[in-house]
């Protein structure tokens, strides 16, 4: 069974940023790099990297301004040190030819890395074209995410933008100690499964980004535990998403789980599905298992949220039979749908409400 608990006190994470009297600095365009836009200039970054991570001293590659065009870019540990920074004055582009990335997992991609930063910069996949492909019904590549970690830890991003990703923006998987600080993610609001941060196996992971795109704007996938989001602003896209969850036998849970804003305890709504749970999704119906869940929900709360729903259902608790939700705790809730009262559902769902609730708890 699985539990999955949305509050829980902040952690704290350590994460250090080495002092730069004693770093080795390695400008990209010391190993080839052009900054036109045109050049390819893969191999000049791997070259920094490789001496980077072959240093026994923190390192810094620096990347000045200007377009630099990647293809596909694996950034492999295990490194002898455990700091290094990639400082980003200019902007990482894709190639224009979609085909050229859309066939792989990952455009950047950081794996059994430790104590690396990404600092400034911009990452732009010039994904218009196969989105319009995809729209369009034809047979297209699925589309690369434009920055992965994958078995990573001890991980910082900050004032970091992306933008036009192929498929999803980032995506952290098999991660400890995580953090996004300042991330702005820019996709078109048709843009399909352009999420933009996903995160799934992975441990100790803190948020605060800008996120306008096509689909969830935070998507929680299987074995994400302590995720902490503080002034996450989300729209166009989908919102907060926890799952899908249980397409898989033995599949990992999502535990403690927090979405905050700062400065004030009140959350604001403007979308679609203020308050959802449901464990009978099926993407258009269409083969999908006939089976009750498997998925365990239970020691939810909702917390001083308020706003307007799209929908005359605001808060809709739509559970398993066999596995009901449990311990679904609303507090101080108020959503309205049109200028009047919403409306609430519960099934197979049990828990409680205190103070102010409206609509009228169903639970």
Not at 112 to 129: E, F, H, N, Q
Not at 271 to 299: E, R, W
Request: proline letters at 5%; a positive charge; glycine letters at 10%.
């Amino acid at each position: 069974m699985t539990t999955c608990p949305l509050l829980f006190l902040p952690l704290l994470f350590l994460f250090i940023i080495p002092s730069f009297s004693s770093v080795t600095k390695l400008n990209v365009l010391s190993y080839g790099a052009k900054p036109d836009g045109s050049a390819d200039s893969t191999k000049a970054f791997l070259a920094a990297w490789t001496q980077a991570c072959a240093s026994t001293s923190p390192a810094s590659i620096y990347v000045p301004r200007g377009m630099f065009l990647l293809r596909n870019v694996k950034f492999q540990g295990q490194c002898k040190n455990r700091a290094i920074s990639i400082r980003l004055d200019g902007t990482l582009v894709a190639p224009a030819d979609y085909r050229a990335i859309g066939n792989a997992d990952s455009w950047v991609l950081f794996q059994d890395v430790d104590g690396v930063s990404i600092l400034g910069g911009k990452l732009d996949a010039r994904g218009t074209a196969l989105w319009a492909c995809k729209n369009s019904g034809k047979s297209c590549p699925s589309g690369a995410t434009s920055l992965s970690f994958s078995k990573s830890k001890n991980i910082v991003v900050a004032g970091l933008s992306s933008e036009n990703s192929q498929m999803f923006h980032i995506v952290i998987n098999g991660c400890q100690n995580v953090k996004m600080q300042g991330v702005t993610v820019t996709a078109s609001g048709d843009s399909p499964n352009t999420d933009g941060i996903h995160v799934q196996l992975s441990s100790g992971v803190i948020l605060n980004s800008k996120i306008q795109t096509g689909d969830d704007c935070v998507s929680i996938g299987p074995g994400a535990t302590n995720l902490w989001m503080e002034q996450i602003t989300c729209g166009p896209g989908h919102g907060i998403s926890i799952g899908s969850l249980g397409k898989d036998q033995n599949e990992a849970g999502v535990q403690n789980v927090t979405v905050k804003r700062p400065h004030s305890s009140e959350l604001r709504m403007n979308v679609q599905n203020p308050i959802l749970i449901d464990q009978n999704y099926c993407p258009g119906n269409n083969n999908c298992p006939d089976q009750v869940s498997g998925i365990k929900v239970s020691d939810v709360t909702y917390r001083d949220i308020h706003g307007t729903s799209a929908t005359q259902v605001a808060v809709n608790f739509d559970c398993s039979s066999k596995h009901p939700c449990s311990g679904i705790r609303l507090e101080g809730v108020s959503l309205t749908y049109k200028n009047e009262l919403a409306a609430a559902s519960c099934k197979h769902a049990g828990g409680t409400s205190f103070g102010v609730v409206q609509p009228t708890s169903c639970l």
